[in-house]
C-alpha cells in the first residue's frame, strides 16, 4: 500500500530545515554584522526606536517522544493500517491509542484495526502556518467520526469548497507527498 | 468554613508590543499601579502568584525573576500555568491562599511577553497547546484553527454568518478606542473585518487576537485585612473551574464548550445565580474572546443565550452598554490584546474598576446590581474558569 518516498527524494526533515533557514537565515547574518560593527548585539527598533538586545544564545529544541507502548500503532502503519486500543476488562476504545485504561485501571488492550469509513464533522483551512508546516500549501484539518465509535483528527485531501458535514471519507495510511513519513488522512468516499 | 476574599488593589500595563521593557520591568508596570490603589507596598503581602505561559520568552524562571524585581523576596512566589486562563488560575490560587486561612494578603501577577520571539514561533508554540503528537506533529493544527473547526461547525449547524462573527469584533474595537491602555485603539467596520485575509478558514485576521505583551496585577484581601485596606472592597463572590479533554476529536460537540459550560454551573451554584437567567443578576462581564466564534460561544455556555442564539445577541447589538448584558467593554481580547498569562488577571482589574466605576468615559457599564463576570478559557476549552465578583460579600 506504501509507496516510495516523494519524487523530490526530500522529507519533512530537510523540507522544515529549509523554510528555518529561510526564516532565521537572514536574522543571524544581520547579527553577525551587528556585533562586528559595533561590539554589541544591541540595535534599536525601527518601529518604536526601542533598545533591544538579540540574544546571542540560540535554543535549539527538537523533542524525542516515547512510542514504545505504541509499537503496534506503529508497526500498523508500516503495513498501511491505522489502529485502535479497547481495554479486554471493560471494552472502552480508544484513539488516540493507550495501553492503560482509566476507566477500569486495567492494562490490558486489544490492537484492532480502524475501519475505512466514516463521517465528516468539521474542519478548517490552515492559511497561516506554523514554521515547520511554512514548506506546505494550505492543508484542510478536519475531525471525522467513525463507526468504532471514536473520533479522529487528520487532514482532509479535498477541495474545502467541496466539504459538507456528514460527508462520507475514507481513510489512507501511506507517505505523506512532500514530506516522505508514513500518516494517515481522509479522502471524500465516492 | 472558607474565609470571604475580596479585591484591593487593581494595576495594568499598556498591552501591545512592548519592546520597551523587560518582562520583570513590564510586571512592575502592573504592580506598582496595584499597590497604589491600595496604598500597600511589597512588604504587606505574604505570597504572590505569577501566571506566565512562557517559552516564546527568555526568563524560564518568571516567577523568581518577578519576585526580584518587584521586592517581593523572601516572600513566597509560585508561578501556575492554564494555558490562555493562566491568569485566572493565578487568581483562584491566590484566592485559595487566602479562603483557607492560611494568608491575609495576597498578590496575583500576570505577565507576558510574547514579541520576544518572532511571529512563527509564536505561532508554532501556540498551535502546540493541545496534543502535541495527536494534533500538531503530524497535522499542523494553529490556535485560530483549533477554534475555525467550532467556528465550522457552529455556522454550519445554526446559519451564523461570517459578517455575524465580524460584528464581535467591530464591538469590541469600538470598547478598545476608549480603553488608553488597549492595544488597539481604532474602531472598525464590518466591511475591514470582512475584507481581512483568512488565517484558518472561516476565521480571518479581523476574527483574532492579536500577539501582546502585557501584565496586570490584583491584590487579594481576607475580609478582617480588606475592611482596614479600602472603603471599596470587590467581593470574590465564586470561582468555577473544569477542563476539557486534550485531544478536540474527543469532545462531544464543536458548538459550545463544555468546560466552561461546567465552570458556569460551579460558579453559578456557589454565588446564588439562576442559571436559567444569569444575565438578570450581573451588570457587566467579560468573556474570553480570542477569536469572534468564542465571544458567541460564551454566550451560550454562560447562559446568556440559548444555544444556537448566541449570534442573534450580537446581530441585535444586545452586548454593548444599553443591552441585556454589557461584554469586554475594555475591548476584550479582540482589541485590548492577549498577553496570554496576564489576560485573566486583566479581566478581575477590569471588573474591580467597573464595579467601582471608574471605567473611562464611555465604557463605563451602569452598575444597578453590583455584580460581574469574568469567564476566561485556556486553549481550545482545554481549562475554563468562572469568577464572579460582587460589591456585597
Ligand atoms: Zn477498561
New interface residues.
Given amino acids: 500500500m506504501t509507496s516510495n518516498a516523494t519524487s523530490s527524494g526530500k522529507t519533512v526533515a530537510s523540507a522544515v530545515r529549509d523554510v528555518f533557514e529561510r526564516i532565521y537565515g537572514d536574522p543571524l547574518k544581520q547579527l553577525e554584522s551587528l556585533i562586528t560593527a559595533t561590539g554589541l548585539p544591541v540595535y534599536k527598533d525601527p518601529k518604536t526606536g526601542a533598545l533591544l538586545w538579540v540574544d546571542v544564545r540560540e535554543l535549539r529544541l527538537r523533542f524525542t517522544l516515547s512510542v514504545n507502548k505504541l509499537e503496534k500503532f506503529i508497526e500498523g502503519l508500516r503495513g498501511g493500517k491505522l489502529m485502535y486500543t479497547q481495554c479486554r476488562r471493560c471494552g472502552a476504545k480508544y484513539f488516540p491509542p493507550q495501553v492503560d485504561c482509566p476507566r477500569c485501571k486495567a492494562s490490558d488492550v486489544e490492537w484492532r484495526e480502524v475501519s475505512t469509513e466514516g463521517e465528516l464533522v468539521t474542519w478548517t483551512v490552515i492559511n497561516v502556518k506554523p514554521a515547520s508546516f511554512s514548506h506546505q500549501g494550505d492543508y484542510v484539518v478536519g475531525i471525522v467520526k467513525m463507526p468504532d465509535g471514536f473520533n479522529i483528527t487528520a487532514w482532509i485531501d479535498a477541495d474545502p469548497k467541496t466539504l459538507k458535514p456528514g460527508m462520507k471519507m475514507r481513510l489512507v495510511v501511506d507517505r505523506r507527498p512532500g514530506e516522505g513519513y508514513i500518516t494517515y488522512w481522509f479522502k471524500p468516499a465516492f | 468554613m472558607t474565609r470571604k476574599v475580596a479585591v484591593v488593589g487593581v494595576g495594568v500595563s499598556k498591552f501591545g ?1 512592548r ?2 521593557v523587560s518582562l520583570p520591568e513590564l510586571a512592575w508596570e502592573a504592580v506598582k499601579e496595584a499597590f497604589d490603589d491600595a496604598r500597600l507596598g511589597p512588604e504587606d503581602v505574604q505570597g504572590f502568584v505569577v501566571g506566565n505561559m512562557g517559552g516564546w520568552s ?1 526568563e524560564a524562571l518568571p516567577a523568581v525573576v518577578v519576585g526580584e524585581y518587584c521586592g517581593l523576596v523572601p516572600k513566597s512566589g509560585i508561578r501556575v500555568e492554564a494555558a490562555c486562563a493562566t491568569g485566572s488560575a493565578a487568581v483562584r490560587t491566590a484566592y485559595h491562599m487566602i479562603a483557607s486561612g492560611e494568608a491575609d494578603i495576597v498578590m496575583a501577577i500576570g505577565v507576558e511577553k510574547m514579541n520576544e520571539s ?1 511571529t ?2 509564536v ?2 508554540f501556540i ?1 502546540r497547546a493541545g ?12 490556535f ?2 483549533y477554534y ?6 457552529y455556522m ?2 445554526y446559519g451564523a454568518t461570517e459578517e455575524d462573527l465580524c460584528k464581535v469584533a467591530v464591538k469590541n474595537h469600538y470598547y478598545g478606542s476608549l480603553n488608553p491602555k488597549a492595544q488597539f485603539q481604532r474602531a472598525i467596520t464590518v466591511e475591514e473585518c470582512l475584507n481581512s ?7 480571518k485576521l479581523y476574527d483574532s487576537s492579536p500577539i501582546t505583551d502585557g501584565a496586570a496585577a490584583v491584590i487579594l484581601a481576607s475580609e478582617e485585612a480588606a475592611r482596614k485596606i479600602t472603603d471599596t472592597p470587590v467581593w470574590i463572590k465564586a470561582i468555577g473551574y473544569a477542563n476539557g479533554t486534550a ?4 469532545r462531544p460537540d ?1 458548538v459550545g464548550l463544555e468546560a466552561a459550560q461546567v465552570a458556569a454551573k460551579m460558579a453559578y451554584k456557589k454565588a446564588g445565580i439562576d442559571p436559567e437567567n444569569p444575565v438578570k443578576h450581573f451588570d457587566v462581564a467579560e468573556v474570553h474572546d480570542c477569536f469572534t466564534i468564542a465571544e458567541i460561544m460564551a454566550y451560550e455556555d454562560l447562559g446568556f443565550a440559548k444555544r444556537g442564539e448566541g449570534y442573534k445577541l450580537i446581530r441585535e447589538g444586545q452586548t454593548y452598554i444599553g443591552g441585556v448584558i454589557p461584554v469586554n467593554l475594555d475591548g476584550g481580547l479582540k482589541a485590548k490584546g492577549h498577553p496570554i498569562g496576564a489576560t485573566g488577571v486583566s479581566m478581575v482589574a477590569e471588573l474591580t474598576k467597573q464595579l467601582r466605576q471608574q471605567a473611562e468615559r464611555g465604557r463605563q457599564a451602569t452598575i444597578k446590581n453590583g455584580m460581574a463576570l469574568a469567564h476566561n478559557v485556556g486553549g481550545t476549552g482545554h481549562y475554563a474558569f468562572v469568577t464572579i465578583l460582587g460589591l456585597s460579600p
Avoid at chain 2, 132 to 141: A, K, S, T
Avoid at chain 2, 148 to 153: E, I
Avoid at chain 2, 247 to 250: D, E, H, Q
Fill in positions: 508590543n519592546t520597551d527568555s518572532p512563527p514561533t505561532v508554532e498551535g496534543n502535541y503528537f495527536w494534533e500538531f506533529e503530524n497535522f499542523g493544527l494553529t485560530p484553527g475555525a473547526l467550532y467556528a465550522t461547525a454550519q449547524r485575509r483568512y488565517i484558518a478558514w472561516p476565521l485531544n478536540l476529536s474527543k464543536f
